[in-house]
């Protein structure tokens, strides 16, 4: 199993322009989200998803979308990047069960110039 | 909107057991404790969860309070590659709803362990 895979692990943005982080899971997991981590900050999140076809926002959802099409897919679009965007982001998923731990990609490291 | 509390550093030495707390006052009963841990540049890894009972596995020991309101990460003998931040948060699987998937992180523990 390849667990959680982002791409691209790395991305320089100008500001305005658009892009797509991609996440995939092979695992069948049924729940997955994005966190952004910045110096300092901790993880926070932004989007989460239980389901195909159900998000919902976290807490700094603002200027990011997504969707989810599929069960293995969970990608998160930056329509118009800012500066205030460059971060880290970390893609995460599970099953829906309490016993079921998170399991994380390795991150992609954005800068909105 | 993190529920839990936790320092945002502590120091060990090597091979000395390491207790890293976490507070959770507004605990609700069907919250479940999980642990994490950060290693530099990588994403966060699981570490134990539980519910109410102290719980043990390869990596570490959980012990929870009585009422709950607070828990303790234990690392029996720490080494130099359990220097990471250390989160704890608390995952609801009461409602399938809107309150099922946001799992707040905040800023964790940092670690620091001395040779």
């Known amino acids: 199993n390849a667990g959680v895979t982002q791409t691209p692990k790395f991305q320089v943005l100008k500001t305005g322009q658009s892009m797509t982080l991609q996440c995939a899971q092979d695992?069948?997991?049924?729940?997955m989200s994005w966190y952004r981590q910045d110096p300092g900050m901790g993880l926070r999140l932004i989007h989460y998803?239980?389901?195909?076809?159900?998000?919902d926002q976290g807490e700094v959802p603002n200027g990011y979308n997504v969707s989810r099409s599929t069960t293995e897919d969970f990608p998160l679009r930056l329509l118009s990047a800012a500066p205030s965007q460059t971060s880290v982001y970390f893609c995460a998923s599970s099953f829906v069960g309490v016993n079921s731990p998170l399991h994380f990609g390795n991150g992609t490291r954005l800068t909105v110039t | 909107d993190a529920k839990t509390t936790q320092p945002n550093s502590m120091e060990s030495n090597e091979e000395e057991p390491v207790h890293l707390p976490c507070n959770h006052s507004t605990i609700s009963g069907t919250d479940y404790i999980h642990w994490y841990r950060q290693l530099p540049s990588q994403g966060p890894e699981y570490v134990i969860h539980g519910l109410t009972s102290n719980v043990n596995n390869r990596m570490a020991s959980l012990a929870i309070a009585e009422d709950r309101k607070s828990s303790t990460l234990i690392l029996h003998r720490a080494t130099l590659r359990d220097a990471a931040v250390y989160y704890c948060?608390?995952?609801?699987?009461?409602?399938?709803?809107?309150?099922?998937?946001?799992?707040?992180f905040g800023r964790g523990t940092q670690l620091t362990v001395w040779p």
């Open positions: 948060i608390l995952r609801d699987q009461a409602d399938r709803g809107s309150t099922l998937g946001r799992l707040y």
């Open positions: 998803s239980v389901g195909a076809g159900i998000t």
């Open positions: 695992m069948n997991h049924e729940y």
